[in-house]
């Protein structure tokens, strides 16, 4: 079983749409998360940082984490065309190792 | 913001050459950098971690010999594919870190190298 689980997609939704992208977690010791959105070929570019539980709001997005159910959301209100692309959840330990551990990314296509 | 230049972006070798990757922070210093590899519609795999001024950490399955990494600087990282086959072909991407008390702000990711061998 894989650390960090995501739907691969690919999602595709009518341009003004909500979005959500969920990532679930198997290790407790995650403290850190991050959605980062790819587009082809690119390297990853940050969205939105949590730590620990809560919500955060930036913009169109919104990050949501529940730690008791070791699960992750990202919401993307009035979805655009642009923001068709690769999102992958990234979480990390508090302490000790800092690598990130991804989950495999799921591919959004807004439509116009 | 936090910038990391990654060079070359594309690369094309011939079987049996070595080619390096070149990863620079452009306006912090970079005291862990994350060597990553990515398939096609894959997610990033670690290979390894590098702190500078020390022999890096490699994850299991990763040829320590085959993919060199250097990290000499606090600003410059590279890795060096060894005698590459074509199934080294790959995204190669790295990551920098400006320290433990930087928080995320420090995980800012290259543009990535697409590597062909044939």
């Known amino acids: 079983q894989k650390e960090v689980e995501q739907d691969p997609g690919p999602l595709s939704v009518p341009e003004g749409a909500i979005v959500s992208l969920n990532c679930t977690y198997s290790n407790s010791a995650f403290q850190y998360f991050m959605w980062y959105r790819q587009y082809s070929r690119k390297g990853p570019e940050l969205l939105m940082y949590?730590?620990?539980?809560g919500n955060k709001e930036d913009g169109r997005f919104t990050a949501q984490v529940d730690k008791s159910s070791k699960y992750i959301s990202l919401f993307i209100r009035d979805s655009q065309p642009s923001d068709s692309a690769t999102y992958l959840c990234a979480m990390r330990a508090g302490t000790g190792r800092r690598a990130l551990t991804f989950g495999s990314g799921t591919r959004l296509q807004v439509q116009p | 913001g936090a910038v990391v230049s990654q060079h070359p972006s594309w690369v094309i070798c011939k079987s049996g050459t070595s080619v390096k990757i070149e990863c620079r922070s452009l306006d912090f210093q970079a005291t862990t950098m994350f060597w990553y590899r990515q398939f096609p519609k894959q997610s990033l795999m670690l290979m390894a971690t590098s702190n500078e001024g020390s022999k890096a950490t490699y994850e299991q399955g990763v040829e320590k010999d085959k993919f060199l990494i250097n990290h000499a600087s606090l600003t410059l990282s590279t890795l060096t594919v060894t005698s590459a086959h074509p199934e080294d072909s790959s995204f190669y991407i790295c990551?920098?870190?400006?320290?433990?008390?930087?928080?995320?702000?420090?995980?800012?990711f290259g543009s990535g190298t697409r590597l062909t061998v044939v």
């Open positions: 949590t730590y620990s539980s």
């Open positions: 990551s920098a870190s400006a320290g433990q008390g930087a928080g995320n702000y420090g995980y800012t």
